[in-house]
């Protein structure tokens, strides 16, 4: 049976529609959703590593030796010690021949030749004479001590060897000969008899001990060696020279000589050169 339709005609066709926008919506989507991707990769490329720093290194030549380097040369540091200064000749003259200054007469050491007598004698005072060169160092004394208000004066200077034969055995007359040995020279003992030595005295002592203790002795003994004289028999030391202490006895021996006595603290002729004692006459 029918319904009085036509069955010979084609169905109409579905409606498609929804689904071609939903297509249409989803390559929207997809379209922009790649261009944001797109934009996002432009804006922040992604990061590539840096490539490795490597180490700069000079070209050097093969055949090149490497460059020495100099060493410093050291500065000489000076020297901060005084200059030394050189030894004292002590054989600069004759300790024998009684022409020379720094001749040694004692006891044990006479006077050669024994009549001896100085070519050069000159007056120092008071009819005394002095071997030229110790005269004017006794006169330069004298003045250095009157220039400090002192009168010093010369009471005994050259004796020759007939003079001291006198002297002697006055002594021994007076003293007996023990006594007189220790106080007076015998003949051709006597540094006298050199025309080097000098007795001096004043401020109302002359020869005698009290000489010493005054302010003419004092003043001679601390500047005697300033003009080349020296107190020739010191306290304390008669069993070195054989004679008892006399601060009036001075002997010449030059400025060079005293001074160097002076600084070595050395009191006589003997100990300085080395020289036996001489407290007594040989034989």
């Not at 008892?244 to 100990?271: F, I, K, M, N, S």
Request: net charge negative; aromatic share 8%; proline share 11%.
């Amino acid at each position: 049976m029918t319904d009085g339709r036509d069955s010979s005609a084609a169905p109409a066709p579905r409606r498609r529609r929804p689904r071609l926008w939903l297509l249409l919506g989803l390559l929207v989507v997809a379209l922009v959703a790649g261009t944001v991707l797109v934009v996002e990769q432009v804006r922040s490329p992604p990061a590539t590593p840096a490539p490795a720093a490597q180490p700069v290194t000079a070209p050097t030549s093969p055949s090149a030796a490497p460059t020495p380097t100099p060493s410093a040369t050291p500065t000489p540091t000076p020297s901060s010690s005084a200059p030394v200064e050189p030894a004292f000749d002590r054989s600069r003259f004759s300790l024998d021949d009684p022409a020379s200054p720094w001749v040694v007469v004692n006891k044990a050491r006479p006077v050669s030749p024994v009549d001896h007598a100085p070519a050069d004698l000159v007056p120092v005072g008071g009819g005394y004479e002095l071997r030229a060169e110790a005269a004017g160092a006794m006169q330069a004394m004298l003045a250095g001590a009157a220039a400090e208000g002192l009168t010093i004066t010369v009471q005994s200077a050259y004796r020759s060897y007939d003079y001291q034969v006198g002297v002697f055995r006055a002594q021994v007359a007076r003293f007996g000969e023990a006594q007189a040995e220790i106080q007076v020279a015998r003949p051709g003992h006597s540094e006298h008899q050199t025309g080097l030595a000098a007795d001096v005295g004043g401020g109302g002592c002359d020869i005698d001990r009290c000489f010493g203790a005054i302010d003419e002795g004092r003043w001679v003994a601390a500047h005697a060696a300033e003009y080349g004289w020296v107190v020739r028999y010191p306290e304390g030391k008669t069993e070195v020279t054989g004679f008892r202490y006399e601060p009036w006895h001075v002997r010449y021996v030059g400025v060079e000589l005293a001074t160097e006595l002076q600084r070595t603290g050395t009191a006589t002729l003997e100990e300085f050169f080395g020289l036996p004692a001489a407290p007594d006459y040989p034989g």
